[in-house]
């Protein structure tokens, strides 16, 4: 079975070919179908920004082939003995979440699956021929949704928890800061839930753009505008109600309270380095402001609503580039450039939308 691994560990975006990570396609035994578990013929794998981060070693060192991708999306070809409980069948067309939970600890039997201690993610990396994954973590795409925009479940579904938890109301004033993938999901779902005086905070102008064409009324450049001036110029002196992080970036974060409005929501929604401490004015921030600052790991059950979400949302734009599995190198470098909102990897071509 082809699958796309890191086989040695660094940078991608390393000019030093001695240091720089590498990538190759690999040749992976199959997997064994479990009683409850789900065999998919992948047809699509979109490059997360986590992938390099898994080449890098920041998920633990690359000591051997490691194969890379979970934003899957593909055809169930074969169903354990136990499995269909969900009313699956060979032929289904589906979008994948690359988390099983163990449903009997703590945490799971409290709602909060995400923090499951027990939880197993990428069983079978989702940039391969096929996947093995339990039946919990596969869901049946819509007639109307196709392979390519059915990859993005995954992200899709990270949105809808950003927006779950911000608490949104509707006319609420709205900056999201970030426009990558994730920021441009979130946008667009926080202008279907009424968000006012919506502003995407983005250093390039490429995705200032995408930003516009997805409902974004304003935008700003943190490279060559103030971003607190031109927020409370465009909140006329009040701040936005609601401030979500996409960007990931240590050097933005800090700035975010000072946008929100007295009484607002600031949430921190992207994976920023574990090392990171932000220095944060208590008496400014929560006593003078009243402000409430929270964060977003994942949740299983946003995928439901994504699944609805996805013939809803404008994913044209993410499902343009596409390279087959062969050439998965050259998308990480593609990825790497910056340029794409997103990069699909076609793992099997006679799987077609």
Same mark, same amino acid.
């Given at each position: 079975?082809?699958?796309?691994?890191?086989?040695?560990?660094?940078?991608?975006k390393?000019?030093? !070919?001695?240091?720089?990570?590498?990538?190759?396609?690999?040749?992976?035994?199959?997997? #064994?179908?479990?009683?409850?578990?789900?065999k998919?013929?992948?047809?699509?794998?979109?490059?997360?920004? /986590?992938?390099?981060?898994?080449?890098?070693?920041?998920?633990?060192?690359?000591?051997?082939?490691?194969?890379?991708?979970?934003?899957?999306?593909g055809?169930?070809? +074969?169903?354990?003995?136990?499995?269909?409980?969900?009313?699956?069948?060979?032929? #289904?067309?589906?979008?994948?979440? *690359?988390?099983?939970?163990?449903?009997?600890?703590?945490?799971?039997?409290?709602?909060? !699956?995400?923090?499951?201690?027990?939880?197993?993610?990428?069983?079978?990396?989702?940039?391969?021929?096929?996947?093995?994954?339990?039946?919990?973590?596969?869901h =049946?795409?819509?007639?109307?949704?196709?392979?390519?925009?059915?990859?993005?479940?995954?992200?899709?579904?990270?949105?809808?928890?950003?927006?779950?938890?911000?608490?949104? =109301?509707?006319?609420?004033?709205?900056?999201?800061?970030?426009?990558?993938?994730?920021?441009?999901?979130?946008?667009?779902?926080?202008?279907?839930?009424?968000?006012?005086?919506?502003?995407?905070i983005?250093?390039?102008? +490429?995705?200032?753009?995408?930003?516009?064409?997805?409902?974004?009324?304003?935008?700003?450049?943190?490279? /060559?505008?103030?971003?607190?001036?031109? /927020?409370?110029?465009?909140?006329?002196?009040?701040?936005?109600?609601v401030?979500?992080?996409?960007?990931?970036?240590?050097?933005?974060?800090?700035?975010?309270?000072?946008?929100?409005?007295k009484?607002?929501?600031?949430?921190?929604?992207?994976?920023? @380095?574990?090392?990171?401490e932000? @220095?944060?004015?208590?008496?400014?921030?929560?006593?003078? =402001? +009243?402000?409430?600052?929270?964060?977003?790991?994942?949740?299983?059950?946003?995928?439901?609503?994504?699944?609805?979400?996805?013939?809803?949302?404008?994913?044209?734009?993410f499902?343009?580039?596409?390279?087959?599995?062969?050439?998965? *190198?050259?998308?990480?470098?593609?990825?790497?450039?910056?340029?794409?909102?997103?990069?699909?990897?076609?793992?099997?071509?006679?799987? !077609?939308?």
């Amino acid at each position: 079975m082809k699958t796309l691994c890191a086989i040695k560990q660094g940078s991608l975006k390393d000019k030093d !070919q001695h240091t720089r990570g590498k990538l190759e396609v690999c040749e992976f035994p199959d997997r #064994d179908v479990g009683p409850e578990d789900v065999k998919v013929k992948v047809a699509y794998c979109a490059i997360c920004g /986590s992938d390099p981060h898994i080449v890098e070693g920041i998920f633990g060192p690359i000591t051997g082939p490691r194969g890379l991708g979970h934003e899957v999306s593909g055809v169930v070809v +074969e169903l354990g003995s136990q499995a269909g409980k969900s009313g699956l069948k060979v032929g #289904d067309r589906i979008g994948g979440n *690359p988390s099983a939970f163990c449903g009997t600890c703590y945490y799971c039997q409290n709602g909060q !699956q995400q923090f499951c201690p027990n939880i197993k993610r990428y069983k079978s990396p989702g940039m391969s021929e096929y996947v093995v994954w339990h039946e919990s973590m596969v869901h =049946k795409l819509p007639p109307e949704v196709g392979l390519k925009k059915g990859c993005l479940l995954e992200p899709v579904s990270i949105a809808v928890r950003m927006v779950d938890k911000a608490c949104i =109301k509707i006319g609420q004033r709205v900056a999201v800061c970030g426009g990558g993938p994730i920021g441009q999901l979130v946008l667009q779902c926080v202008k279907r839930f009424g968000a006012t005086s919506l502003t995407m905070i983005e250093p390039v102008r +490429e995705r200032r753009g995408t930003a516009a064409r997805y409902g974004a009324e304003f935008t700003i450049d943190p490279s /060559s505008e103030d971003v607190v001036g031109r /927020s409370m110029e465009i909140t006329r002196g009040l701040g936005f109600d609601v401030v979500i992080d996409c960007s990931g970036s240590a050097r933005a974060v800090g700035l975010l309270p000072q946008i929100a409005a007295k009484g607002g929501l600031v949430e921190y929604g992207s994976m920023y @380095p574990d090392d990171f401490e932000m @220095p944060v004015n208590l008496y400014r921030t929560f006593f003078e =402001k +009243e402000l409430t600052f929270t964060g977003c790991f994942l949740s299983p059950y946003s995928f439901p609503r994504a699944v609805q979400m996805l013939k809803e949302l404008d994913l044209d734009e993410f499902i343009r580039e596409v390279y087959p599995l062969s050439r998965g *190198p050259e998308a990480f470098d593609e990825h790497a450039g910056g340029k794409c909102l997103k990069i699909l990897i076609q793992c099997n071509e006679d799987l !077609q939308d």
